[in-house]
């Protein structure tokens, strides 16, 4: 089985100043890792995935994530916060194994606000 | 990149009619599609997989007589909620898988049942 941990519904930050939204997986095999931000009334919109390689990906919007085998985390980052990065993110993993099926396992989620 | 789409965005309907919402991939083939529900400040929960020419399968707790998803073509899946009722209020989302690893989502579908 594989899962996702978000621990925080909540992060505050102000404008300029560095974010990290954090995403801790479980997974029986290998995982690819996704993150995709959520706008209100909106569908999922995809900022960046690991599959395989460098562990610190790039992503759209000047964000990048870490992957941390050892720790199991896939933090999301950003070294400047805009006050329109204030969405919902969700952190996803999925086994790459090939018996393990295609699907997704996303995280509660985490309510980003950037205030002025 | 790979566009998703979904109709209708938006769609209230009176207790006890069905609504049919469709799921589209508009530049690619898929041969697996997800319908996901989302309740307010909530995750996503997978409800059914949707693979073309078969039938879908379902999580556990969704019920496949109420929630019919039809997959008739690599780039159409159907999601119909059949006799709606309020507590059926939700915001639908689907993806369609690409390349095995990536799933590109839909923008949604806000289902009021009155």
């Known amino acids: 089985a594989q899962s996702v941990a978000q621990p925080e519904d909540q992060v505050n930050v102000a404008e300029g100043n560095p974010l990290t939204v954090k995403c801790t997986y479980s997974v029986s095999g290998n995982p690819y890792l996704f993150w995709y931000v959520q706008y209100p009334n909106r569908g999922l919109q995809f900022l960046l995935k690991y599959i395989t390689g460098d562990n610190l990906v790039k992503g759209s919007y000047g964000f990048e994530a870490e992957f941390n085998k050892s720790q199991t985390s896939f933090h999301l980052k950003k070294p400047s916060a805009l006050v329109s990065d204030s969405a919902l993110y969700f952190c996803?993993?999925?086994?790459?194994?090939?018996?393990?099926?295609?699907?997704?396992?996303f995280g509660g989620g985490t309510r980003l606000m950037v205030k002025p | 990149g790979a566009v998703v789409s979904q109709h209708p965005s938006r769609v209230i309907c009176k207790s006890g009619t069905s609504v049919k919402i469709e799921c589209r991939s508009l530049d690619f083939q898929a041969t697996t599609m997800f319908w996901y529900r989302q309740f307010p400040k909530q995750s996503l929960m997978l409800m059914a997989t949707s693979n073309e020419g078969s039938k879908a399968t379902y999580e556990q707790g969704v019920e496949k007589d109420k929630f019919l998803i039809n997959h008739a073509s690599l780039t159409l899946s159907t999601l119909t909620v059949t006799s709606a009722h309020p507590e059926d209020s939700s915001f639908y989302i689907c993806?369609?898988?690409?390349?095995?690893?990536?799933?590109?989502f839909g923008p949604g579908t806000r289902l009021t049942v009155t």
């Open positions: 996803a993993v999925r086994d790459q194994g090939r018996n393990a099926g295609n699907m997704l396992t």
């Open positions: 993806s369609a898988d690409l390349a095995g690893y990536e799933q590109y």
